[in-house]
């Protein structure tokens, strides 16, 4: 019988020729099993077929497509079955991918680039650090030369919601405003998670929000498309066929607004929103705090100790959340020039942070090959020795003893393999997360832009404070 740790080897080289000759199965993983290292995997029933010949630099003809929504709309998966790349769908401690990450894909003779974009309601960002982000993306495109210009929006909306909500709305709202009336004939309105079960009810939604105004009414009436998108990499590429169809450059209005007129963000159509909003936050925990400041005097006279302690507690919370909010306000008060610089202090952080994190997984990989490469040599040795001391005691008398010493050699063989096994996999896991990183970071539209348009583009000064770092890593 072959030893386990030889196939776990062998099917490490299997993989890793696999990775090295282009070879992409059309499945992801979803389990390790460990000891065994079976693989459970759930195989896609329709592929795509992938145009290796896209070029990684962008072009002024490239069709570049934004795809936003709420989270959990099914943005990655969307842009995975047009692309047949792996999307991460949320973003890791160190992957850094709430920034817009580009993937591409080669259609009707068209270079397409579509931008992964974070929601407004992300559970790990404020909508402020959104807002912000998107306004830097957006303009700084804007900015370069010669400019990147979108195409076409790709709005995705999860038809399985009951209900436009708080969080929905204001994503919407919040949309409508980025893109400007003039851009709307250019948005796709499309509706994602549709399941036989719910085919009547989410049938009535569709009807509700493009007959409401303040949902998609408005929208339609200015030349937004509606489509329906089954979750099928043929409904997908429908989408972007429309857009490549529609041969349009357009401009949105935060771009315009931040651009041509110079405007702070706060002084944007989407800015005033968000503003807006937090000025409203602002004022609720000031209420908060008077009210909770009178029953604290309350405490005080009566001598209620432990509810004094309770009410201090809340007071300095809500005095905190106040503080937050004006500082909010003040960070959108930045210009385009202000914004470029927060970023690039921003990706150099950003990078010493990766750096930092790529050499602490150096150490333990290197620990865990010296570890692997010691035990590998102790179970060739004790594999021969175990072999011909079973052989003297089988042809012995074989008593109990003799039998115990063998069972417990052959034990300690098998936990020798196990260990073998587990670092093998643990090595593996390091070495797909460094892929990973990598691979993510290449994908950052901002790293993208780096290389379009030359120094003197708007990501320009991003990109040499990088490769500043990256040369002295």
Same mark, same amino acid.
Not at 6 to 14: K, P
Not at 72 to 89: H, Q, R, Y
Not at 274 to 279: C, K, S
Not at 296 to 315: D, G, I, P, T, Y
């Given at each position: 019988?072959?030893?386990?740790?030889?196939?776990?080897?062998?099917?490490?080289?299997?993989?890793?020729?696999?990775?090295?000759?282009?070879?992409?199965?059309?499945?992801? $993983?979803? %389990?390790?099993?460990?000891?065994?290292?079976?693989?459970?995997?759930?195989?896609?029933?329709?592929?795509?077929?992938?145009?290796?010949?896209?070029?990684?630099?962008?072009?002024?003809?490239?069709?570049?497509?934004?795809?936003?929504?709420? $989270?959990?709309?099914?943005?990655?998966?969307?842009?995975?079955?047009?692309?047949?790349?792996?999307?991460?769908?949320?973003?890791?401690?160190?992957?850094?991918?709430?920034?817009?990450?580009?993937?591409?894909?080669?259609?009707?003779?068209?270079?397409?680039?579509?931008?992964?974009?974070?929601?407004?309601?992300?559970?790990?960002?404020?909508?402020?650090?959104?807002?912000?982000?998107?306004?830097?993306?957006?303009?700084?495109?804007?900015?370069?030369?010669?400019?990147?210009?979108?195409?076409?929006?790709?709005?995705?909306?999860?038809?399985?919601?009951? @209900?436009?909500?708080?969080?929905?709305?204001?994503?919407?709202?919040?949309?409508?405003?980025?893109?400007?009336?003039?851009?709307?004939?250019?948005?796709?309105?499309?509706?994602?998670?549709?399941?036989?079960?719910?085919?009547?009810?989410?049938?009535? %939604?569709?009807?509700?929000?493009?007959?409401?105004?303040?949902?998609?009414? %408005?929208?339609?009436?200015?030349?937004?498309?509606?489509?329906?998108?089954?979750?099928?990499?043929?409904?997908?590429?429908?989408?972007? +066929?429309?857009?490549?169809?529609?041969?349009?450059?357009?401009?949105?209005?935060?771009?315009?607004?931040?651009?041509?007129?110079? %405007? $702070?963000?706060? &002084?944007?159509?989407?800015?005033?929103?968000?503003?807006?909003?937090?000025?409203?936050?602002?004022? @609720?925990?000031?209420?908060?705090?008077?009210?909770?400041?009178?029953?604290?005097?309350?405490?005080?006279?009566?001598?209620?100790? &432990?509810?004094?302690?309770?009410?201090?507690?809340?007071?300095?919370?809500?005095? @905190?959340?106040? =503080? =937050?909010?004006?500082? +909010?306000?003040?960070?959108?008060?930045?210009?385009?020039?202000?914004? =470029?610089? &927060?970023?690039?202090?921003?990706?150099?952080?950003?990078?010493?942070?990766?750096?930092?994190?790529?050499? &602490?997984?150096?150490?333990?990989?290197?620990?865990?090959?010296?570890?692997?490469?010691?035990?590998?040599?102790?179970?060739?040795?004790?594999?021969?020795?175990?072999?011909?001391?079973?052989?003297?005691?089988?042809?012995?008398?074989?008593?109990?003893?003799?039998?115990?010493?063998?069972?417990?050699?052959?034990?300690?063989?098998?936990?020798?393999?196990?260990?073998?096994?587990?670092?093998?996999?643990?090595?593996?896991?390091?070495?797909?997360?460094?892929?990973?990183?990598?691979?993510?970071?290449?994908?950052?539209?901002?790293?993208?832009?780096?290389?379009?348009?030359?120094?003197?583009?708007?990501?320009?000064?991003?990109?040499?404070?990088?490769?500043?770092?990256?040369?002295?890593?």
């Amino acid at each position: 019988m072959v030893p386990d740790q030889f196939l776990v080897f062998a099917c490490r080289g299997a993989i890793q020729d696999t990775v090295d000759e282009g070879i992409k199965p059309f499945s992801y $993983t979803t %389990r390790w099993s460990i000891p065994t290292m079976k693989e459970k995997t759930t195989e896609y029933t329709d592929r795509v077929p992938v145009d290796k010949d896209v070029p990684e630099d962008f072009s002024p003809t490239d069709i570049f497509i934004p795809v936003m929504g709420v $989270t959990g709309a099914g943005k990655s998966t969307f842009i995975s079955l047009c692309t047949d790349e792996d999307v991460p769908i949320g973003h890791s401690l160190h992957s850094s991918t709430t920034s817009p990450s580009v993937y591409s894909l080669r259609r009707k003779g068209q270079v397409v680039r579509l931008i992964d974009t974070p929601g407004f309601d992300d559970s790990k960002r404020s909508d402020i650090d959104v807002l912000t982000d998107l306004a830097f993306h957006l303009a700084s495109a804007y900015q370069t030369n010669p400019k990147i210009l979108l195409s076409g929006i790709i709005y995705l909306h999860p038809i399985d919601q009951p @209900r436009l909500a708080g969080t929905a709305r204001k994503n919407l709202a919040m949309f409508k405003l980025l893109c400007g009336d003039k851009s709307l004939q250019s948005v796709v309105l499309a509706t994602t998670m549709w399941r036989d079960e719910i085919q009547a009810d989410a049938t009535q %939604r569709v009807t509700q929000l493009e007959s409401t105004p303040e949902y998609w009414g %408005r929208m339609i009436e200015h030349g937004s498309s509606v489509f329906r998108h089954d979750n099928t990499p043929g409904s997908a590429l429908r989408i972007i +066929d429309h857009i490549i169809a529609r041969r349009e450059r357009i401009v949105l209005s935060i771009q315009k607004q931040m651009v041509d007129e110079h %405007r $702070t963000i706060d &002084q944007t159509s989407a800015g005033q929103l968000e503003r807006h909003e937090i000025i409203k936050e602002k004022e @609720r925990a000031a209420r908060r705090l008077e009210e909770n400041r009178e029953e604290l005097e309350a405490s005080l006279r009566a001598k209620e100790q &432990q509810n004094v302690h309770q009410l201090s507690e809340e007071q300095q919370k809500y005095e @905190r959340e106040i =503080q =937050q909010k004006d500082h +909010d306000i003040e960070a959108l008060r930045m210009s385009v020039a202000e914004l =470029q610089k &927060q970023k690039e202090a921003q990706m150099v952080r950003e990078e010493e942070e990766l750096q930092a994190f790529y050499a &602490q997984q150096d150490a333990k990989y290197a620990e865990m090959s010296r570890e692997l490469a010691a035990l590998l040599q102790q179970d060739t040795q004790t594999s021969s020795d175990n072999s011909s001391q079973k052989e003297g005691a089988a042809a012995a008398a074989g008593s109990q003893e003799e039998k115990a010493i063998v069972e417990r050699m052959m034990n300690k063989m098998n936990d020798t393999g196990l260990r073998i096994q587990m670092l093998s996999e643990q090595m593996d896991a390091i070495e797909n997360e460094r892929r990973m990183l990598k691979a993510q970071e290449k994908k950052k539209f901002a790293k993208r832009g780096m290389q379009y348009g030359g120094a003197g583009a708007a990501f320009g000064g991003i990109a040499a404070g990088a490769a500043m770092l990256c040369s002295v890593m």
